[in-house]
């Protein structure tokens, strides 16, 4: 079977950083998906991690360590548009499984 | 940029009717999936279908649902007999295969969605 743990909710203020973490556990792991997802609207991509290590894209990175089940999503230089979810998800064969997601909201 | 579109946006059903949801992937791509979110819960996988046949698919894709890639353009999801658990967004998402290079420059793009209502 597959489970993909991450924090309900969480909160940080403008201007400063954030990590999410998220753990998993599947039979057959090709890659870890991070989403973005306001509320009502379709999941947007952010990263997707193979390798073991950091990427990083502008404000946003995501950590991957295979050996572990561990993926971590950061987030720096918090902005108000930020709040929304945030969600883990794995790939395995043609398939992605979905975390809960964790819901980030920004403070002013 | 090009983009996934959806139609429609909203449907509302009586139980047990039939349902299609309508999907147009990014022209190029050639992996298409079917995902849906009951409200409040998180994102579910449906099925994905690549070279016209399903190449996975969940517990949930039952024989009340179906996919077809009816020409080039469209991917649809018909639901043959609606139940009131089936309510929900239902997201198509399509990814471009990249032979030859490395999974990680691989990325899905959603549609906006169809907010489905069983009444």
């Known amino acids: 079977g597959q489970n993909i743990d991450q924090p309900t909710e969480m909160t940080a203020t403008e201007g400063a950083i954030v990590q999410i973490n998220c753990t998993y556990q599947?039979?057959?792991?090709?890659?870890l998906f991070w989403y973005q997802q306001h509320a009502g609207e379709a999941p947007t991509f952010l990263s997707y991690n193979v390798l073991d290590g950091l990427e990083e894209k502008g404000r946003f990175s995501s950590f991957l360590s295979r050996s572990k089940g561990y993926s971590y999503l950061l987030l720096k230089e918090l902005q108000m548009k930020d709040s929304a979810s945030y969600l883990c998800?794995?790939?395995?064969?043609?398939?992605?499984?979905f975390g809960k997601g964790t819901r980030l909201h920004i403070l002013p | 940029e090009p983009e996934v579109t959806q139609t429609p946006s909203h449907q509302v059903t009586q139980m047990g009717q039939e349902v299609i949801l309508r999907c147009v992937p990014i022209s190029n791509h050639l992996y298409f999936y079917w995902y849906r979110q009951i409200l409040g819960q998180k994102v579910e996988f449906l099925v994905s279908f690549y070279n016209n046949e399903i190449s996975e698919k969940s517990e949930i894709f039952d024989d009340q649902f179906s996919v077809e890639r009816p020409d080039g353009s469209n991917f649809t999801l018909k639901i043959r007999s609606t139940k009131l658990e089936d309510s929900a967004m239902y997201f198509c998402?399509?990814?471009?295969?990249?032979?030859?290079?490395?999974?990680?420059?691989?990325?899905?793009?959603f549609g906006p969605g169809t907010r489905l209502l069983v009444l």
């Open positions: 998402a399509s990814s471009e295969e990249l032979r030859g290079v490395p999974k990680n420059q691989e990325t899905q793009y």
């Open positions: 599947t039979s057959g792991f090709n890659g």
């Open positions: 998800a794995v790939s395995r064969d043609d398939k992605i499984i």
